[in-house]
């Protein structure tokens, strides 16, 4: 099983960005997905989750500016960035919870995609 993320990219404050994060491989099913950020010389911060039924959660910096959904059909699940901050600049790493066809439940990781917000 394999994350692909795309997307990030350098934009100005008060920017917008949409993230992408695919699941492949010999899934069975996925669970929750997320969006994880980690800032230099910071820890890496759970930025916004999503179930498999649709519920949502995000980090208070983020409430209102980012919308996290999915396409259960197709594994994904996308982060769309609006209002962007500079404070928003980090790696953005999806991890989702996998069942794979053999029905055996892991934590996946995907390689991280660069957000830098400036002018």
């Known amino acids: 099983v394999q994350l692909q993320a795309s997307g990030g990219g350098l934009v100005p404050p008060g920017g917008s960005l949409r993230l992408s994060c695919a699941a492949s491989?010999?899934?069975?099913?996925?669970?929750?997905m997320d969006w994880y950020r980690q800032a230099p010389g910071k820890q890496r911060e759970l930025v916004a989750g999503i179930t498999r039924d649709g519920s949502t959660n995000y980090a208070d910096s983020v409430k209102g500016r980012f919308t996290i959904s999915r396409d259960n059909a197709k594994n994904t699940v996308f982060l769309q960035m609006n209002i962007l901050e500079p404070e928003d600049t980090a790696i953005y790493y999806c991890?989702?919870?996998?069942?794979?066809?053999?029905?055996?439940?892991?934590?996946?990781w995907g390689q991280g995609t660069q957000v830098t917000v400036s002018s």
């Open positions: 491989g010999s899934i069975f099913s996925v669970y929750d």
């Open positions: 991890h989702a919870e996998v069942v794979t066809s053999r029905r055996y439940a892991y934590d996946y």
